[in-house]
């Protein structure tokens, strides 16, 4: 019979080749969890892929169609603009017209109105016409300072 001696040197050897088995066998179930857990991850990302890419392509399309109209809505607004400068032109254009006659009628009347009252106050003709003359000249430029304070923004 042969009797084998184990000593404390074998003992160790034993506990440490046990320890080692324990430790692959938990390594392995780790890394098989990990493979899983990858794995749906994976299919997670490509399920996600394939229902994402269409609303990303959808979404292209759409960002295309608004630029698109907002070109439209820039073309109209400077259409807009212009209408408007050239509804402002027309509208100075007949203000300015209107003015002089408006201003030379307005002073024609001031200076009527004070050449007349002139005339019945003193009796002399000159300075009637004199009066009527200062009272026309005033009217007139008080008009003109009134529309210049009216176009001043």
Do not use: C, Y
Request: neutral net charge; without cysteine; proline residues 2%.
């Amino acid at each position: 019979m042969v009797v084998a001696a184990f000593t404390w040197s074998d003992a160790a050897d034993l506990a440490l080749a046990i320890f080692l088995i324990v430790v692959g066998l938990a390594l392995g179930f780790a890394f098989v969890r990990l493979g899983l857990a990858l794995s749906r991850v994976s299919t997670f990302l490509r399920r996600t892929e394939s229902e994402l890419m269409p609303v990303l392509g959808k979404l292209g399309g759409t960002v295309d169609r608004v630029n698109a109209q907002l070109d439209k809505v820039d073309t109209i607004t400077d259409s807009a603009v212009d209408a408007v400068v050239s509804v402002d032109r027309a509208v100075r254009a007949v203000s300015n017209a209107v003015t002089v006659p408006v201003q030379k009628l307005s002073g024609l009347v001031a200076g009527g109105s004070h050449g007349v009252s002139t005339l019945r106050a003193t009796r002399d003709w000159r300075s009637a016409v004199q009066a009527a003359k200062e009272a026309a000249a005033r009217r007139e430029q008080d008009l003109a300072e009134e529309l210049r304070r009216e176009e001043e923004p």
